[in-house]
T-cell receptor
Framework: ELKVEQNPLFLSMQEGKNYTIYCNYS?????LYWYRQDPGKSLESLFV?????AVKQEGRLMASLDTKARLSTLHITAAVHDLSATYFC?????????????FGKGTTLSVSS | DAGVIQSPRHEVTEMGQEVTLRCKPI?????LFWYRQTMMRGLELLIY????????DSGMPEDRFSAKMPNASFSTLKIQPSEPRDSAVYFC?????????FGSGTQLSVL
């Protein structure tokens, strides 16, 4: 059974500091997704990583994928309050478009000044 | 495009009643997914379709749950009879070429 594990599950951040969220998965896959969810809202796509060594950046967020280690990281640079949300990673276990994603349990970030 | 459209946004019903959730995927997307989100279990895949055909329904919890996709622009998830433990947020998502987009979800409360 595929397992997708995120850590930490909760992260209290200080404004201006840097942090990293980790996503480990238990099967070979070259497709890794990151989503953001605000309370009571839907999931917003942040990044789609489609190959080993893929790195994508948007604003203060940068995601990378190491398929050999079965690890993706989401790095937060100089945290700001607007980044407070729950972040999910998800894996496509069959490596094919059109197949379902399996999600981690999410990491809830809280940024305080 | 309006994105993935789900209805209703909120549904409150009594135990034993039939509940039907609806989803309109993004036009041109050929895969459709139903997920359920709870605090205890997180996001669980219930079922997904490719080109209107059910591919994997192993996540459907019981025979009380059924899903259909009669055409490329519409899908339903039905619970009959509903139970309090079915209370959750149900998300529909659609995809094309590997990118997956989620609807706003249906918050279901079974009393």
């Amino acid at each position: 059974e595929l397992k997708v594990e995120q850590n930490p599950l909760f992260l209290s951040m200080q404004e201006g500091k840097n942090y990293t969220i980790y996503c480990n998965y238990s099967t070979t896959s070259d497709r890794l997704y990151w989503y953001r969810q605000d309370p009571g809202k839907s999931l917003e796509s942040l990044f789609v990583l489609l190959s080993n060594g893929a790195v994508k950046q948007e604003g203060r967020l940068m995601a990378s994928l190491d398929t050999k280690a079965r690890l993706s990281t989401l790095h937060i640079t100089a945290a700001v309050h607007d980044l407070s949300a729950t972040y999910f990673c998800a894996v496509n276990p069959s490596n094919q478009a059109g197949t379902a994603l399996i999600f981690g349990k999410g990491t809830t970030l809280s940024v305080s000044s | 495009d309006a994105g993935v459209i789900q209805s209703p946004r909120h549904e409150v019903t009594e135990m034993g009643q039939e509940v039907t959730l609806r989803c309109k995927p993004i036009s041109g997307h050929n895969s459709l997914f139903w997920y359920r989100q709870t605090m205890m279990r997180g996001l669980e895949l219930l079922i997904y379709f490719n080109n209107n055909v059910p591919i994997d329904d192993s996540g459907m919890p019981e025979d009380r749950f059924s899903a259909k996709m009669p055409n490329a622009s519409f899908s339903t998830l039905k619970i009959q009879p509903s139970e309090p433990r079915d209370s959750a947020v149900y998300f529909c998502a659609s995809s094309f070429a590997g990118e997956v987009f989620f609807g706003s979800g249906t918050q279901l409360s079974v009393l």
